[in-house]
C-alpha cells in the first residue's frame, strides 16, 4: 500500500472549515482514500472514501487531486467534538489485501471556541 | 444491534502470566482484526479472520495467537505476557475488503 504523509497537527475554529491534507504520490491506480478518526483513545471511526472522483457525505467531503496524488478532507463547520485524530489511509482493495488498513500518525486536529 | 463489542475493557497483568481478549460482532461480518495501538502511535494489526475457522498473521503476530471458532467471535490470546504488550488494543470487523471497518471501544492492557 501507498505512503502517506500527513502534518502532525492543525488548528481550526469552531464553526469555520477544517481542511486536513493528505499527500500520497505513490499511490496506484487501484488503491482508495480512506478517511479515519480517532476521538479521545476510542475506536477509530470511519469518514468517508474515494477512489477517483470527489466525494461528500454526511459527515465531511473528499477532494482527490485529479493526479490522485494528494487529497483533502473538509468538514464544513468543525465544532468541539471534531477534535480528534485524523488517519489518511491509502488501501488496495484487491488481490490479498483483505481489508487490512495501515494506520500512520495521523494529523490532531485542535477545534477551538 | 450493540455493533463490535469487547472483553474486558481493562485489565492489569503480571509479567509472565496469560489472559484471552474477546472481540465480538453481530453485524455477520466476515473480516474481523485485532489491532495494538502504543502511546502517541497510529494502530498496528496483530492477526486477522477472513472468516470463520481461519485466521492469518498481520503486521505485529509475535508472542499473540487468535481463534475464530465461530463468525461472531474473535479471540486473541498472550500466553506468556511481556510487558511490552502493555498496549490499547481494539477490535474489528467489516463485512467485505472494501467495506467500512467497525472498531470496538477498546481494552487497555498493562503487564507489570
Known amino acids: 500500500d501507498a505512503k502517506t504523509t500527513q502534518p502532525p497537527s492543525m488548528d481550526c475554529a469552531e464553526g469555520r472549515a477544517a481542511n486536513l491534507p493528505c499527500n500520497h504520490s505513490t499511490i496506484s491506480g487501484n488503491e482508495y482514500v480512506y478517511w479515519y478518526r480517532q476521538i479521545h483513545s476510542q475506536g477509530p471511526q470511519y469518514i468517508i472514501h474515494?477512489?477517483?472522483n470527489n466525494e461528500t457525505n454526511e459527515m465531511a467531503s473528499l477532494i482527490i487531486t485529479e493526479d490522485r496524488k494528494s487529497s483533502t478532507l473538509i468538514l464544513p463547520h468543525a465544532t468541539l467534538r471534531d477534535t480528534a485524530v485524523y488517519y489518511c489511509?491509502?488501501?488496495?482493495?484487491?488481490?490479498?489485501?483483505?481489508?487490512?488498513?495501515?494506520f500512520g500518525q495521523g494529523t490532531i486536529l485542535t477545534v477551538h471556541p | 444491534n450493540a455493533g463490535v463489542t469487547q472483553t474486558p475493557k481493562f485489565r492489569v497483568l503480571k509479567t509472565g502470566q496469560s489472559m484471552t481478549l474477546l472481540c465480538a460482532q453481530d453485524?455477520?461480518?466476515?473480516?474481523m482484526y485485532w489491532y495494538r495501538q502504543d502511546p502517541g502511535m497510529g494502530l498496528r494489526l496483530i492477526h486477522y479472520?477472513?472468516?470463520?475457522?481461519?485466521?492469518a498473521k498481520g503486521e505485529v503476530p509475535d508472542g499473540y495467537n487468535v481463534s475464530r471458532l465461530k463468525k461472531q467471535n474473535f479471540l486473541l490470546g498472550l500466553e506468556s505476557a511481556a510487558p511490552s504488550q502493555t498496549s490499547v488494543y481494539f477490535c474489528?470487523?467489516?463485512?467485505?475488503?472494501?467495506?467500512?471497518?467497525?472498531f470496538g471501544p477498546g481494552t487497555r492492557l498493562t503487564v507489570l
Open positions: 453485524m455477520n461480518h466476515e473480516y
Open positions: 489511509i491509502v488501501f488496495n482493495a484487491g488481490g490479498t489485501s483483505y481489508g487490512k488498513l495501515t
Open positions: 479472520s477472513v472468516g470463520e475457522g481461519t485466521t
Open positions: 474489528a470487523s467489516n463485512g467485505g475488503p472494501t467495506n467500512t471497518q467497525y
Open positions: 474515494g477512489l477517483k
